[in-house]
């Protein structure tokens, strides 16, 4: 029977570049991602984003920005992953390092894909170009996608 568990993933934007923070443990441990984690019992997906970004990294997102919505399924595993995607240049607060995630600034242009989940490359470029989008990618163990898909939406 499967079944669903809800995260978010939030990302920190200045002209230009862009925050990502290095896991420091458990769950994609050793890659840099956004800011995220799971939504819990009485708050809403977007409070849940903000205080997983602040939790994670000391920053305050004032307002979020819908970027995308995914569904991550491995084989063998039941629970597939409900992943929705924010992002924020609405912000307080500078980057600091957190027992979770180490943050570092990234130039749009240089962004370390080699340690990153390999959907990311897949989906950037929709986030860049502010095309709203749903995705659902199958994975075979952490590093191989074995089937995906991503579309445009004009609303999530
Ligand atoms: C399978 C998977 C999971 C996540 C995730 C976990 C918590 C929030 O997101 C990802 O994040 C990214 N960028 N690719 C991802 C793949």
């Known amino acids: 029977m499967a079944s669903k568990k ?11 570049k862009i925050l990502l923070g290095m896991k420091k443990r458990g769950f994609g ?5 956004g800011f995220g984690g799971k939504v819990e ?12 970004l602040l939790e994670e990294s000391g920053v305050t997102a004032n307002s979020l920005t819908k970027v995308g919505l995914i569904n ?6 039941p629970v597939i992953l409900e992943v929705h ?12 390092e957190t027992e979770e ?6 130039t749009d242009d240089a ?17 860049f170009s502010n095309r709203l989008f749903e995705a659902y990618f199958l ?11 991503i579309k445009e939406v004009e609303s999530l």
Do not use: C
């Not at 995607?85 to 600091?96: A, E, V």
């Not at 962004?111 to 986030?127: E, G, N, Q, R, S």
């Open 6 to 16: 809800v995260l978010t993933l939030v990302f920190v934007k200045e002209p230009g």
């Open 29 to 33: 441990q050793g890659r840099w991602n």
């Open 41 to 52: 019992k009485g708050e809403t997906i977007l409070e849940g984003a903000k205080r997983e």
């Open 72 to 77: 991550f399924e491995f084989e063998k595993d």
């Open 85 to 96: 995607i924010f992002k924020t240049s609405d912000y307080n607060g500078s980057p600091m």
């Open 101 to 106: 995630m180490r943050p570092q600034w990234y």
């Open 111 to 127: 962004i370390p894909f080699d340690k990153m989940w390999p959907d990311d490359h897949l989906w950037f470029p929709y986030m």
């Open 139 to 149: 994975f075979q163990g952490m590093d191989v996608i074995v089937s995906h898909w």
